[in-house]
């Protein structure tokens, strides 16, 4: 991925002797950024390229934030190998480096956000849910967090003009709470064609944590052709939970999640995509387990999302977001309803 500071900069060199500098190295945006496919990369051939094919990397950013180990695993290549392909890939991707506060900001402006269809909620978001971003929503059972998955997957199939991101959907479903009918009643709410919209949620059902980490990897590998906008994790820890038992297992937990949640971040990027995530809270009140109404995962999850949304029902079928430790957002509360049609103000 060469840059758009470099095909400009070769211009400016070109006609002005003074400019011999090093042009600076400024994120490119996807429709600037000229096409340079893995194939070009010093040192790999074609049956390389196909490997990496396979095991899913087919762009050169996907393949400069890997381990050598692991993206010697994945694509079985020898970590050597490995290693050379992530350097090169690193330099023609150009992040290897730091970059400035307006590219960043270049970066930012891409950020999208999706229309929850509910007015206090996209308020309480500064106008809905961001791309680039990892959301964890956390509350008891039955506080509607998988009816947020739900309404939220429906509504990135919209178009754009009316708050959607006329994408496809990823859904990872740990406790099979997966419902296509309530995604037709949702879809139905909006006049919408039902099958239409249930073809582009993907979904799987993760059988155990080790599945949940692998099913990562399948969404890159099936991502080709697909405008990726939306994964979802329901629930990101009830697997890991029930398995890592024990204070002895602790850290051993902490650090597969931390993984799982580095992962999942790298698709949010890559596609400018929303990553979405469930989480309980802790059910035992005791010095143990912590306290009821926080969420489980600890530092890891609270460092790794962006936002966190806490949900907790109220009387007459009222339910009750609350924004908590937003990056430039003020904390705050909205009220909303859950109806037959999805969510409502
Ligand atoms: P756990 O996964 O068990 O932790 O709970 P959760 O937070 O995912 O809860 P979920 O999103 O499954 O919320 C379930 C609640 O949503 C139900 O108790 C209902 O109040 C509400 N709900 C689900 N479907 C409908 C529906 O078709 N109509 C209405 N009015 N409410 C519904
Ligand atoms: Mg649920």
């Known amino acids: 991925m060469a840059t ?9 060199i070109e ?3 003074d400019l011999q500098e090093e042009p600076l190295a400024v994120m490119p945006t996807e429709d600037e950024a000229p096409e340079v496919k893995i194939d070009d990369l010093p040192g790999v051939g074609p049956a390389t390229a196909e490997k990496l094919r396979e095991a899913g990397f087919d762009d050169l950013l996907a393949l400069a934030v890997m381990s050598p180990g692991d993206l ?5 290549l020898g970590e050597a190998v490995a290693t050379k392909i992530i350097g090169a890939a690193k330099k023609m991707a150009n992040i290897g480096g730091f970059v400035s506060g307006d590219a960043l900001l270049e970066r930012r402006r891409e950020v999208l956000k999706l229309s929850s269809k509910v007015q206090s909620i996209d308020d309480l978001l500064g106008g809905g849910f961001e791309t680039q971003a990892l959301v964890e929503v956390y509350g008891a059972f039955g506080s509607g967090k998988t009816q ?4 939220l997957a429906v509504n990135c199939t919209l178009p754009m003009s009316e708050g959607g991101f006329d994408g496809d959907v990823f859904y990872i479903d740990t406790e099979d709470t997966f419902r296509p009918e309530r995604i037709t009643q949702m879809a139905r709410g909006y006049g919408l064609d039902p099958d239409a919209v249930l073809s582009r949620i993907h979904v799987a059902r993760a059988y155990n944590s080790a599945h949940q980490m692998l099913l990562v990897d399948e969404i890159k590998r099936m991502s080709k052709g697909l405008n990726v906008k939306m994964i979802i994790v329901d629930s990101l820890t009830s697997h890991f939970r029930a398995e890592y038992i024990g204070r002895g297992m602790l850290a051993n937990r902490q650090q597969k999640l931390n993984r799982h949640l580095k992962d999942l971040k790298q698709l949010a990027d890559i596609n400018n995509a929303l990553v979405l ?3 309980q809270v802790h059910s ?8 009821p109404t926080k969420p489980i995962g600890g530092h890891v999850l609270a460092h790794a999302s962006t936002f966190r949304l806490y949900l907790r029902k109220a009387k007459a079928g009222r339910r009750i ?5 937003s990056p430039n957002l003020p904390d705050g509360e909205c009220v909303y309803q859950v109806t037959q049609e999805g969510l409502r103000d």
């Open 321 to 325: 977001a609350r924004l908590v430790d």
């Open 4 to 12: 758009k500071s470099k095909k400009k900069a070769k211009i400016e």
């Open 277 to 279: 995530v469930t989480n």
């Open 284 to 291: 035992k009140p005791d010095a143990m387990w912590g306290d």
């Open 72 to 76: 010697a695993d994945q694509a079985e």
């Open 148 to 151: 947020i998955g739900h309404q």
């Open 15 to 17: 006609n002005n002797e």
